[in-house]
T-cell receptor
């Protein structure tokens, strides 16, 4: 079975720009969660999508938005980038929300300059 | 408020020594409990999980964890640490909040030869 694939692996953007990060979930998984991990910190929950519907959201502003597609892949969009958005963005998929535990991708390293 | 705490930010052990990483949680119902490991710049890998039943669970790479309801703990153990175990370890408590409970702040493990 394939794991979780994230693209791109690294990205450099300028403050004020917009960015889209992509995630292909593990085969058979219908739930995708996105996390932001700043350097030296634990992952912080951004939001979760379950069967194409947003199923929960952490303490992130509305400029963080997402989508889940019928094949359960997902996108994370961030508008009006700020320097503090520089982080490792992790996508995790699971079967039936988090009950069975997440499978994580290797992440996208976003640097905002 | 629901929370998860990893009291030890950094632990150093010698190769071959035993290891115990602590995790304490606050949660109103029976939680789902997980331990993940993260190598530098990488995503998170699931080590083990507890849903119900036997309170001592076995995971990958020789790790085990014990759920103690009376102490609200889910400590991770390994009888003999290998140099390749050096990484950051995260405890995660999940359940009906579907991802809103975030990870603990992590414990960095350093292994001396």
């Amino acid at each position: 079975e394939t794991g979780v694939t994230q693209s791109p692996t690294h990205l450099i953007k300028t403050r004020g720009q917009q960015v889209t990060l992509r995630c292909s979930s593990q085969s058979g998984h219908n739930t995708v969660s996105w996390y932001q991990q700043a350097l030296g910190q634990g992952p912080q929950f951004i939001f979760q999508y379950y069967r194409e519907e947003e199923n929960g959201r952490g303490n992130f502003p509305p400029r963080f938005s997402g989508l889940q597609f019928p094949n359960y892949s997902s996108e994370l969009n961030v508008n009006a980038l700020e320097l503090d958005d520089s982080a490792l963005y992790l996508c995790a998929s699971s079967l039936e929300r988090e009950i069975y535990g997440y499978t994580f991708g290797s992440g996208t390293r976003l640097t905002v300059v | 408020a629901q929370s998860v705490t990893q009291p030890d930010i950094h632990i150093t052990v010698s190769e071959g020594a035993s290891l115990e990483l602590r995790c304490n949680y606050s949660y109103g119902a029976t939680p789902y409990l997980f331990w993940y490991v993260q190598s530098p710049g990488q995503g998170l890998q699931l080590l083990l999980k507890y849903f119900s039943g036997d309170t001592l669970v076995q995971g990958i790479k020789g790790f085990e964890a014990e759920f103690k309801r009376s102490q609200s703990s889910f400590n991770l153990r390994k009888p003999s640490v290998h140099w390749s175990d050096a990484a950051e370890y995260f405890c995660y408590v999940g359940g009906t909040s579907y991802g809103k409970l975030t990870f603990g702040q992590g414990t960095i493990l350093t292994v001396h030869p």
